[in-house]
């Protein structure tokens, strides 16, 4: 959920040092950044119109899995971002031995159709499709395409934000059976502690009734904006059933990069 907003007041949040992105976040003029890390559910919020923002971390859980999750987020309209996503580092820890490599792709788009009144909360969906890019054979995924779609609700009371967020996801067997059904639901609160820093609590719970998995994680994290545009963010992750990690810990970046648009014109007017 989102741990701060530029345009509410409420609160959400790895390392970008390229130099790529520094020249085109001075040449360009950016916009707040609307992050949807590091927790498990997304929030309503939205990447500014016509800008591009990017979003890269690193999560490492007790049983020495490495995860480099990378998006690239663009602002279609006021209310609504397509995303792609990355891995371009996974590292897990298998009985034979340990296996790295590059992660699966997803492609995704997030749409805003309500927005929050006095009485009622800001509403929107989510759909994500994973695409097979991970070694299936080295343990690093499924090798099969697997479809998400999700319904999010978003209220602020007073300084407090209260996420909502339910994702249906209708999952490929790798065995060749039926589609396999996972049911994702997560609330979390966010609450700013000073000026440019907030912090946020989780509950999310992954059910997987087809293979009798019960996954349920608490987070607690916090999230700090450097500049309007560059926000950080950590977190930490406690595993409270058997099927889920027991520790993990993130840390990340989003960062606005700014107008695609302005980039293009520019270009014509070098010509």
């Known amino acids: 959920m989102k741990l701060w907003s530029m345009r509410t007041g409420s609160w959400k949040f790895l390392w970008i040092a390229q130099a790529t992105l520094v020249y085109s976040c001075a040449a360009v003029p950016p916009a707040p950044v609307a992050p949807q890390r590091p927790s498990y559910s997304s929030d309503v919020t939205t990447t500014a119109p016509r800008t591009l923002e990017v979003e ?14 990378f998006a690239i987020k663009w602002g279609a309209t006021e209310t609504a971002e397509l995303f792609v996503g990355w891995s ?14 590059v992660g699966d792709f997803v492609l995704g788009t ?7 009144g ?13 695409l097979p890019a991970a070694d299936k054979d080295s343990g690093l995924g499924t090798g099969l395409v697997d479809f998400f779609g999700a319904a999010i609700v978003t209220k602020a009371f ?18 060749g059976g039926n589609v396999i059904l996972e049911h ?6 966010g609450h700013p502690i000073v000026q440019n820093l907030g912090g946020f609590t989780e509950l999310s ?6 293979q009798n998995n019960e996954a349920v994680l608490w987070t607690l994290g916090m999230g700090y904006v450097v500049h309007p545009n560059v926000a950080f963010d950590s977190a930490v992750f406690v ?11 993130t840390f990340g970046t989003t960062v606005n990069v700014g107008r695609i648009g302005r980039w293009f014109q520019d270009d014509r007017g070098a010509k």
Not at 205 to 210: A, E, M, Q, Y
Not at 239 to 249: E, K
């Open 56 to 69: 890269a971390g690193v999560f490492i859980d007790d049983e020495d899995m490495v995860d480099t999750p």
């Open 88 to 101: 371009p580092y996974v590292r897990v820890a298998l009985r034979e031995a340990d296996e790295s490599g």
């Open 110 to 116: 997030r749409v805003r159709f309500l927005e929050e």
């Open 118 to 130: 006095p009485r009622r909360p800001a509403a929107a969906f989510q759909l994500t499709t994973k």
């Open 158 to 175: 007073d300084r407090t934000t209260v996420n909502g967020f339910y994702q249906l996801g209708v999952l490929s067997d790798p065995a």
């Open 184 to 189: 994702d639901l997560a609330i979390a609160v």
């Open 205 to 210: 719970v992954i059910l997987t009734p087809n």
């Open 239 to 249: 595993g409270l059933t058997d099927d889920t990690s027991r520790f993990a810990i």
